[in-house]
């Protein structure tokens, strides 16, 4: 039959006698089992083991995990026995090791809040699992956090090098391939090919590479972008990281957990070990991400500790119960990490933003025309509703990049940046039942374009902190433009007389040519004549005139492009204004 097997029930044997019974000599009967199988015709029935001769999978991707599960778990592939022999010069004792794959390990915190408002004790565990063969008594265990490099490499086994072979033009086989192989049957029947050599040694290795993020705000208009820590193209207004509370000094890749007391684990079981118990530098906050106005309930910590804490699931409890969990990532020793855990109802925030002004710091030549870069400047105003009965720690994330500055402009505030998330934040403490309200400024930078004309010339120019050398660039680059503007409008003046003094001089042609026809003699033609030598003077003058325009024009709008070149090699200025 075919069905699907949903248990196995038993075993049954033969029920155990009572006392003073005898029981016959002889070896025990085998133990029997009930299958439940739920068949293809959809009926369930149960089948005793005394029934059923074999039971095969009748999926192929389950025959072939049944097959790899059967290999593993053999005696042949587990616990190969090798004669070893060991030659020393004298006696004492002798220490022998071996290495064995070990699943990795993973690491589960819980952090108890105290009743100090910064203050909690942290406990981690480390989730081992014994996947050996053999029972750990009285094991000495550390536990290392990090990747380190590790390979397989056939030592036992004899290995060849492989040599160019030289075959005749037609390809023929003049002996067998090792006749039924060998080779460690061609290499556990990989079958050995032109990558076998160092490449097929099984080396791997695994690399961290460097990375960045970057990160920016769009104004509106046509405000370029701002990214993070360089600013655009030099313009630096501030380094908000510069506000960070904590130490972030970089730490190494690889640390060492050692388990205090001896381990005694059985094969194949788990077992949780304890690898920190210390106090840690926790406070209970809410958070508002940068933008949101919905509050989170979460932990400020800072890693006191002298280790780094692996990545794991961390548990809160306060007040003798549980309050959330959620994944905190690697800590090192003195690194801060801010982690929410649930959402906070008792808090609420409003928050806008004022536009004060803005400064203008330097004016660049670009292929397209202008670009003016500038410091803008806000105020943002919060206001945070406390409706609970104690008093809350709130950090309120703001939209600005990392390149800005910001200033507090009362008391009650302090300012703060995460690192993690690349957040400028605002920390401030509300009593229970209470409203704070504070006021914060910001000053970012920003660009826009303008095209070069007169108007975006002369109103640059005007523009307070600029340069005194980009401002008299600006101002003869004006007077050229203005001056090309003149040269160009008297060449389209030249071009409207030209275009005049040529219809004339057909009309006189054409009066000329019809008095000559009619055989008219006298004055009239010879007036006629003075006047179409008159047009074609007028109209060589013109057109030199005219080609003379279009020269100083053009001449004024190079002298343009290269003054405007020359805002090129001036620094911006790095003031915040």
């Not at 005049?500 to 040519?513: F, P, S």
């Amino acid at each position: 039959m075919t069905g699907r097997l949903i248990d196995v029930e038993g075993p049954f044997g033969e029920p155990a006698p009572k006392d003073g019974e005898n029981v016959a000599k002889g070896p025990p009967p085998p133990a029997e089992y009930n299958l439940l199988v739920l068949g293809s015709d959809g009926n369930l029935r149960r089948l005793s083991t005394k029934d059923v001769t074999g039971v095969q999978p009748a999926e192929s991707a389950a025959a072939d995990r049944l097959d790899v599960a059967a290999e593993a778990l053999s005696d042949h592939t587990a616990r190969t026995t090798q004669s070893l022999g060991i030659r020393v010069e004298a006696g004492g004792k002798l220490g022998l090791g071996y290495v064995a794959e070990s699943p990795v390990w993973r690491t589960s915190y819980r952090v108890v809040l105290g009743a100090a408002d910064d203050r909690g004790a942290l406990q981690g565990w480390a989730l081992v699992h014994n996947d050996t063969d053999e029972d750990w008594n009285n094991v000495d265990i550390e536990l290392v956090n990090g990747r380190p490099a590790s390979f397989l490499y056939p030592l036992a086994a004899p290995r060849y090098a492989r040599r160019e072979l030289i075959e005749p033009e037609e390809q023929l086989s003049t002996v067998p391939q090792l006749a039924k192989t060998t080779p460690d049957r061609m290499w556990l029947d990989g079958e050995i090919g032109e990558s076998y050599g160092v490449g097929g040694l099984g080396m791997v290795g695994t690399g961290y590479g460097g990375g960045g993020t970057g990160e920016g705000t769009i104004g509106l208009g046509n405000v370029g972008l701002i990214g993070k820590g360089g600013g655009i193209a030099g313009l630096g207004v501030g380094d908000l990281a510069e506000l960070t509370q904590a130490n972030t000094e970089a730490q190494g890749a690889l640390f060492i957990y050692g388990v205090a007391d001896p381990v005694d684990l059985k094969a194949h079981h788990s077992a949780l070990l304890p690898i920190v118990s210390e106090d840690i530098e926790a406070e209970s906050i809410t958070w508002f991400s940068r933008g949101e106005y919905d509050g989170l309930t979460g932990v400020r910590l800072v890693n006191t500790t002298k280790q780094t804490l692996p990545g794991g699931t961390v548990s809160f409890f306060s007040a003798g119960g549980f309050v959330g969990e959620t994944v905190l990532g690697r800590l090192g020793p003195s690194e801060r990490r801010f982690v929410v855990y649930g959402a906070e109802l008792d808090v609420e925030l409003s928050r806008s933003t004022t536009a004060v002004g803005e400064s203008t710091k330097d004016v660049r030549y670009v292929e397209d025309g202008l670009q003016e870069l500038y410091v803008a400047r806000s105020d943002v105003h919060l206001k945070v509703d406390n409706h609970s009965r104690r008093s809350q720690r709130v950090y309120v994330g703001l939209e600005l990049s990392r390149n800005s500055k910001l200033s507090a402009l009362d008391q009650g505030v302090e300012l703060d940046y995460d690192l993690q998330s690349g957040t400028p934040l605002v920390a401030m403490t509300v009593p229970a039942s209470e409203v704070g309200v504070h006021v914060v400024r910001a000053e970012t930078a920003g660009s826009r374009k303008h095209p070069v004309d007169a108007a975006s010339l002369e109103a640059l120019a005007k523009r307070e902190g600029i340069p005194s050398a980009d401002k008299q660039a600006l101002q003869d680059a004006l007077s050229f433009l203005q001056a090309a503007d003149r040269h160009r409008a008297a060449a389209e003046l030249a071009k409207e007389k030209l275009l005049d003094a040529t219809t004339d001089l057909v009309r006189i042609r054409e009066d000329l040519t019809a008095l000559g026809d009619a055989g008219v003699r006298g004055r009239l033609r010879e007036k006629l004549s003075r006047q179409v030598l008159q047009k074609e003077k007028a109209i060589v003058e013109l057109r030199a005139r005219r080609r003379a325009s279009f020269r100083s024009m053009r001449e004024a709008s190079r002298q343009v492009g290269e003054t405007l070149k020359g805002l090129e090699t001036q620094p911006a200025s790095s003031s915040g204004g």
